[in-house]
């Protein structure tokens, strides 16, 4: 692969390259959380769900690895392992439980999820737009990509509210308002 990515219309080349390292490493982080994640929910209705997630979270950092190919642009392993080290080191946190999970851990796994998915979709939305002026950007790809990101975060907020009242009490249906 070449060291300087070719693209034909591209506006700043190096910076795409910098952007999709960047979605590429926070995507091996995601996979990280959520393979961790289904350990903790072994045998709860979270299980199945997050095993479907990790699935597609790993189909997608393969498109995304692909359509960097596509466009010439290399892996910056040491983003990987630096993404990799920083989810590991995340575990570490002070949550006032020195030997057990918090009760909040879920509901802060699931809120960083629920987040990191956005970040995600704008990522595929911003090389959606690309996509206009490059032809070796699948369009078709990146619109199925944002469509599986709208229903993961769809699902990911569902369960952080439902997770919030197991935590503190409430109902989780109180929150009603639209999300873009």
């Not at 010439?72 to 392992?81: E, T, W």
């Not at 996509?131 to 990911?156: C, F, M, S």
Request: aromatic fraction near 4%; glycine fraction near 8%; charged fraction near 25%.
């Amino acid at each position: 692969m070449s060291e300087n990515p070719t693209t034909s219309g591209v506006g700043h080349p190096d910076l795409l390259a910098v952007y999709t390292n960047d979605h590429l490493a926070a995507s091996t982080g995601g996979i990280e959380l959520v393979s961790r994640m289904i350990g903790s929910h072994r045998g709860t209705r979270h299980e199945q769900p997050l095993r479907q997630l990790l699935g597609e979270l790993r189909e997608e950092k393969s498109a995304l690895g692909a359509t960097m190919a596509a466009l010439g642009v290399p892996v910056r392993q040491y983003k990987q392992v630096a993404a990799w080290i920083a989810e590991k080191a995340s575990r570490a946190k002070l949550n006032g439980r020195l030997a057990t999970r918090s009760p909040s851990s879920s509901l802060l796994e699931f809120e960083f999820l629920a987040s990191a998915v956005r970040g995600k979709r704008s990522g595929f939305e911003t090389l959606r737009i690309a996509a206009e002026v490059e032809p070796r950007i699948d369009k078709v790809l990146l619109d199925g990509l944002i469509t599986q990101a709208n229903r993961q975060y769809h699902w990911l907020t569902d369960v952080r509210r439902e997770v919030a009242a197991e935590v503190f009490g409430g109902d989780p249906s109180a929150v009603d308002v639209e999300e873009a």
